[in-house]
């Protein structure tokens, strides 16, 4: 899950105060809602050919590049709508409207209906939600957690920029965001070594072009974009494009995004480009961290993790998870369940847990076997498929509450 996009939209007033881990393996396998059109009210006598509705509104120019790169239409007064006319995106719209409803059916809409019972109560106490080793994974942080305020997305793919004019007017792009989807829209994850291809073309230069697909397809309305940096203490500063085009060895780019939900809510997502390695955290003086830990209590999401907090060189970005968490949302790939102490922790698990797949047969825990093996607490379903074993039913996640809430 990881990986650049260059070049800022040089033809259009973007309001752009434009502001995990080593690297994986290659694995197998809303603010507003659109504008309504308003229908004209009913007249006092009967016209014969009633008037036409009013236009949509106009919208932001980074929403309309948001649709344009999600296949979706823009507004009327877009500069992007000649574009839109062209066979190219005509094709590839009608693409992604078939591979969209195919997966809102399999996927989203299952999520929805088994996250509104069993993650209810979390929900209402997850305000900040940190999702580690994530990439530009936004899609299954927002549908798990549709109602946070701030989303914190870190990964190793690099932070991008808003796609050049020139950029949405080449072919080329529309093939580049079918292959940067696919694994997702199939598999529920990113597969990290096809990214770091992907998102390094000339097309696609990191996750931000992504992020901004992902939030229009998820029903929001992209308001602003900014480029932003961590300091050595953490603290979160405006950025230029030269900083996250080339970031310094000990610099942590980041970009923070605006958006509006389909239910009116403003929400900040925040993702910073950053190796979570306990040796790379000192080159780095913890700058995320620190970031992470000032933000107050967490609800963590890890999915598709590579089992790297498994592994004692990334004890601290593990260590912070099990400090600042109430909760924690992940699959068998995120913190190994020994971690977490019986005295701190009520866990409920849920799905099915056989054994990780053949290329991380070595993160195989027996006590998770044994839990899920527990006809006292038998595990809960779980109606779709996450992770790695990304099959319905061979799918698992866990649900770790802890007994002691954090405070501020």
């Not at 089992?307 to 068998?332: C, E, G, P, T």
């Not at 054994?355 to 993160?363: D, S």
């Not at 006292?376 to 002691?404: I, K, V």
Request: charged share 15%; proline share 8%.
């Amino acid at each position: 899950m990881r990986v650049l996009l260059s070049r800022l939209l040089a033809s259009w007033p973007l309001l752009l105060a434009v502001a995990c881990s080593e690297p994986k393996t290659s694995t197998p396998e809303q603010a507003a809602p659109p504008t309504a059109v308003l229908q004209p009210a009913t007249p006092d006598t009967v016209a014969t050919t009633p008037p036409p509705a009013p236009p949509a509104a106009d919208t932001t120019a980074v929403q309309n590049v948001a649709a344009y790169l999600a296949g979706q239409p823009v507004s009327q007064n877009s500069d992007l709508r000649p574009l839109t006319a062209l066979p190219a995106w005509q094709a590839f719209a009608t693409n992604q409207a078939t591979s969209w409803a195919n997966y809102h059916q399999n996927r989203t809409e299952k999520i929805q209906r088994w996250a509104a019972t069993e993650l209810d109560s979390v929900r209402t106490h997850s305000p900040t939600i940190f999702y580690p080793f994530s990439g530009p994974d936004l899609l299954n942080v927002v549908t798990m957690f549709p109602g946070s305020q701030t989303y914190v997305l870190v990964g190793l793919e690099p932070v991008g920029t808003i796609p050049a004019r020139t950029t949405l007017e080449n072919p080329t792009l529309f093939p580049a965001i079918k292959a940067s989807l696919w694994s997702v829209l199939n598999f529920s994850f990113f597969r990290t070594n096809d990214m770091a291809v992907n998102l390094k073309s000339l097309e696609l230069d990191g996750a931000l072009p992504l992020l901004l697909l992902f939030a229009t397809r998820t029903q929001h309305q992209v308001q602003a974009v900014r480029y932003v940096q961590l300091d050595r203490q953490g603290q979160l500063t405006e950025a230029d494009t030269a900083t996250i085009h080339r970031p310094g060895p000990r610099v942590i780019p980041g970009v923070e995004l605006t958006l509006r939900n389909a239910a009116g809510q403003q929400q900040q997502v925040y993702y910073f480009s950053a190796d979570l390695s306990d040796w790379k955290l000192g080159a780095t003086k913890e700058a995320v961290l620190h970031y992470v830990r000032g933000l107050g209590p967490l609800t963590t999401y890890v999915k598709s993790a590579t089992y790297l907090m498994h592994k004692a060189y990334f004890s601290k970005v593990r260590n912070l998870i099990l400090q600042r968490s109430n909760f924690v949302l992940q699959d068998d790939s995120g913190i190994a369940v020994k971690y977490f102490r019986p005295a701190d922790w009520q866990l409920t698990y849920y799905g099915t847990y056989k054994r990780p797949i053949n290329l991380f047969a070595r993160y195989y825990q027996p006590e998770l076997t044994a839990a899920y093996a527990d006809s006292l607490h038998a595990p809960r379903p779980l109606p779709f498929g996450t992770g790695y074993n990304w099959r319905q039913n061979d799918s698992n996640l866990l649900l770790a509450h802890r007994h002691t809430a954090v405070v501020e």
